[in-house]
């Protein structure tokens, strides 16, 4: 039933947060390097972009479902991408998490502000974890806030790859 819930959340969201482009978002690696959004969005996969800070304990909790999804799809169909809110002020922090949880995929840092996590696209930030799901594509198709396990993701890809969006 939750599913079934999630799944319909997610499409209600795709006639209005469907975009052109992946965004162009320049952040900071965990090395301070300028690194772009649109490097890891849009490449013939589907990137699970995850929203997360050191101090979120929901974070905390499913982050390693997170990098089982990605080792399992990073060769296929899928990747995820970190994004931490924690800013370079608390950047050690951030590593600190990365190291904990040994991260497989990338993470990059943005700055705790609305204004930048907006430009991942489906309106205002609420917190984290924030997953926005993009298309092979480079669309935005789906944003859920809180929880998502990686079995969640696959049917969500599964289901949308059925759908009509998927040859849009």
């Known amino acids: 039933m939750i599913r079934r819930i999630f799944l319909g959340f997610v499409f209600a969201l795709l006639a209005s947060a469907a975009q052109a482009e992946a965004p162009s978002i320049e952040l900071r690696?965990?090395?301070?390097?300028?690194?772009?959004?649109?490097?890891?969005?849009?490449?013939?996969?589907?990137?699970?972009?995850?929203?997360?800070?050191?101090?979120?304990?929901?974070?905390?909790?499913?982050?390693?479902?997170?990098?089982?999804?990605?080792?399992?799809?990073?060769?296929?169909?899928?990747?995820?991408?970190?994004?931490?809110?924690?800013?370079?002020?608390?950047?050690?922090?951030?590593?600190?998490?990365?190291?904990?949880?040994?991260?497989?995929?990338?993470?990059?840092?943005?700055?705790?502000?609305?204004?930048?996590?907006?430009?991942?696209?489906?309106?205002?930030?609420v917190g984290t974890p924030t997953h926005y799901m993009y298309d092979p594509k480079g669309r935005l198709v789906a944003r859920k806030v809180g929880p998502l396990l990686g079995k969640d993701i696959e049917e969500f890809i599964e289901a949308f790859n059925a759908s009509p969006y998927a040859s849009q």
């Open 29 to 125: 690696s965990l090395d301070g390097k300028p690194r772009n959004v649109n490097e890891f969005i849009g490449h013939g996969k589907w990137t699970i972009v995850a929203a997360w800070a050191h101090d979120c304990l929901v974070c905390d909790s499913e982050i390693g479902n997170l990098a089982a999804f990605h080792t399992a799809h990073q060769d296929k169909d899928a990747i995820v991408l970190g994004v931490t809110i924690d800013g370079m002020e608390q950047i050690e922090l951030a590593r600190g998490f990365v190291n904990r949880h040994k991260l497989p995929f990338v993470n990059l840092v943005a700055e705790p502000e609305q204004s930048v996590m907006m430009q991942f696209g489906g309106g205002s930030f």
